[in-house]
């Protein structure tokens, strides 16, 4: 009868801890750094001692949290993450970071753009409200993919600029030379809102 009321005792908890289960993953939090730079950026808590890690060039990485331990992420009271991003440098040692990533307050879901500042040294973040959004725009030699001097409406098609491509074409003959192109990506963003 004994073994019996403990099996009985024991099916209820397994079940009271799959029903919990659930319940304490939808409690996970997470931020998103979208890392556009050229090198590793690394992601740490400024508050404490936890570290998030490293988030790979041209990469999207959650950053995950769980709520029961946010003493080591999101803070209890103002429900923001305090994080530091740096951009580690090619020796692994030194970390640069602009005065944007220098210290963030978070909330779960941002998103975190990350770039390289003016001076190509520093990293600057942004936070933005969706995964698609500006990537670094290439110089004339990237977007000439098969290196003939000139951007045809194929490469156009791939840095999503074919649509505009006639309204910088000035001479006409379906082509941008290096004039054309630095006239083009003068004036919008051609990697605005496209996914990489």
């Not at 990350?114 to 990537?135: F, M, N, P, Q, S």
């Not at 074919?162 to 963003?189: C, G, I, M, T």
Request: aromatic residues 10%; charged residues 30%.
């Amino acid at each position: 009868m004994t073994l019996r009321r403990l099996s009985i005792f024991f099916m209820i908890f397994a079940g009271l801890i799959l029903c919990a289960a659930p319940s304490a993953m939808a409690q996970e939090k997470s931020f998103t750094i979208i890392n556009h730079t050229g090198s590793v950026v690394r992601v740490w808590g400024k508050s404490n001692d936890f570290e998030f890690g490293r988030v790979k060039a041209s990469t999207i990485t959650d950053c995950s949290c769980n709520a029961l331990y946010n003493k080591d992420c999101f803070d209890k009271k103002g429900g923001k993450a305090k994080i530091k991003l740096a951009r580690e440098d090619k020796n692994g040692v030194d970390l640069w970071s602009g005065d944007t990533c220098v210290k963030l307050y978070i909330a779960p879901g941002t998103n975190i753009d990350v770039t390289l500042a003016a001076d190509g040294r520093h990293i600057k973040c942004e936070i933005v409200k969706d995964y698609e959004i500006k990537k670094p725009l290439p110089t004339f030699e990237e977007a000439d993919l098969n290196k003939d001097g000139k951007i045809d409406e194929e490469e156009a098609e791939a840095i999503q600029l074919k649509a505009n491509f006639k309204d910088f074409d000035s001479d006409l003959n379906n082509e941008l030379n290096p004039s054309e192109f630095d006239n083009a990506v003068n004036k919008f963003n051609i990697f605005r809102g496209v996914p990489f």
